[in-house]
């Protein structure tokens, strides 16, 4: 009789215990009857978290039953942690792709087909969005992601410091060799001040090569790093630092972004991106932006930011319809136009029209006008691991451990065998 009881005890254990599991997996996405969403970003910090949780707020009163659940990190660490927990089988529902990493993770199997979602939805068109912003996200002719938002890289300039060396302002008809003679006019050893400052890196170079007629891969998807063009356009950026001194090296920087740097008064040209008007908006001088020096032509940045879906997701509906929110909703566009956090990629004049009229900077049309010169990044898998080897030889050559040409010839052989070619 003992023994039957215990063997009845234990079996409801059992079902309590089962039912209990069956529960808290069932509802693991789950908070007060609400669907909850992980998204893991890297473009809000440090600047612009406060404009995300507006976001999201706007987005959860259009959608009660989601909650979504942030997590930040910062660009260099970013891609690092998403990788680890793609491996591990913990991917958010939700996350952040740069147009450069984007064909990378859609072509390993990892994000979610949202072309069904995209059919379905009755309050989203694509034409709402810029159309290259929009297709930059599609794999194989799938939907894999929904473009949030777009930016360029322009030369800013601080006013004051061109006025106190009698230096004429940059122009859009500058040339290397312009900016080069400015810089060397503007730096001011005694007073700590530079000339002029880019980053020494593959996300420079490859719009550098542009602007001299290179590229890294022709249209064909052959490497073609190692040309004329490509040395003449890594010489000018490692010789601004190493010959010319008009630029800080690193140990220069001594760990201070080169913004800060233009903060401080101490930089007179920066090359960065327009996500920077608002952190430059109330700088005790006079600062403006203007397009960029080509050397045989013009070229400038054209860098997307998008949300994808992770396949793993048991929410991929809930996570669509953030994704979709943040890609073309006027709430969200009106926020960042009112933080110049990067730039919304809807086509609406209207909500696009005070962002050219806010000061400074006054020449905020050659954010626009930059466009007509646009240059995207490679698409090719792979693009971190090419990138890394590529901004480590290039430290190789401003360190003078390699010259340029042997960095060039290194990298061509380098990409081979990183892309099996």
Wanted: charged share 25%; proline share 4%.
């Amino acid at each position: 009789m003992k023994s039957t009881r215990m063997l009845v005890l234990s079996i409801i254990a059992l079902l309590v215990f089962s039912l209990v599991g069956c529960s808290s997996s069932t509802n693991s996405d789950k908070a007060d009857g609400k669907t909850v969403i992980n998204y893991f970003s890297f473009s809000a910090t440090p600047d612009h978290e406060t404009q995300l949780k507006e976001m999201i707020k706007a987005f959860e009163a259009k959608n009660p039953d989601i909650k979504v659940k942030i997590e930040l990190a910062a660009y260099n660490d970013y891609f690092t942690k998403l990788q680890t927990r793609i491996a591990g089988g913990k991917a958010p529902d939700v996350f952040e792709l740069n147009y450069e990493n984007f064909v990378d993770y859609a072509s390993k199997g990892t994000l979610a087909d949202l072309s069904g979602y995209i059919k379905d939805d009755k309050d989203f068109k694509p034409e709402q969005l810029n159309q290259q912003a929009f297709k930059a996200y599609q794999y194989d002719g799938k939907q894999y992601g929904m473009v949030e938002s777009f930016s360029n890289v322009l030369t800013f300039y601080n006013k004051d410091l061109f006025d106190k060396a009698g230096v004429a302002y940059p122009t859009a008809d500058w040339k290397w060799a312009d900016e080069l003679d400015a810089a060397k006019k503007l730096n001011d050893k005694n007073n700590k001040v530079w000339g002029t400052f880019a980053p020494v890196t593959m996300n420079e170079f490859f719009k550098i090569a542009a602007q001299n007629g290179g590229q890294i891969f022709d249209k064909d998807g052959k490497i073609v790093i190692n040309s004329p063009e490509n040395l003449e356009a890594l010489n000018y950026m490692v010789d601004k630092v190493t010959k010319d001194k008009v630029s800080p090296s690193s140990a220069d920087l001594s760990g201070q972004s080169p913004e800060d740097l233009f903060k401080s008064g101490k930089l007179a040209i920066l090359h960065t991106g327009i996500w920077m008007f608002d952190a430059f908006k109330d700088l005790p001088f006079n600062w403006d932006v203007q397009l960029e020096a080509g050397n045989t032509q013009k070229a400038h940045h054209f860098f997307a930011n998008g949300l994808a879906v992770s396949k793993d997701s048991k929410a991929k509906e809930a996570a669509y319809k953030f994704a979709s929110f943040m890609s073309a909703s006027e709430d969200v566009a009106k926020i960042r136009v009112d933080s110049a956090w990067e730039l919304p990629a809807i086509t609406n004049q209207d909500i696009l029209n005070p962002y050219l009229e806010k000061n400074p900077p006054q020449n905020r049309k050659a954010v626009f006008e930059a466009l007509d010169s646009l240059v995207l990044p490679p698409v090719v898998e792979n693009w971190s691991k090419i990138s890394d080897e590529t901004n480590k030889q290039f430290q190789q050559a401003l360190d003078g451990e390699k010259t340029t040409k042997e960095v060039l010839e290194s990298l061509e052989a380098e990409y081979k065998g990183i892309l099996n070619q």
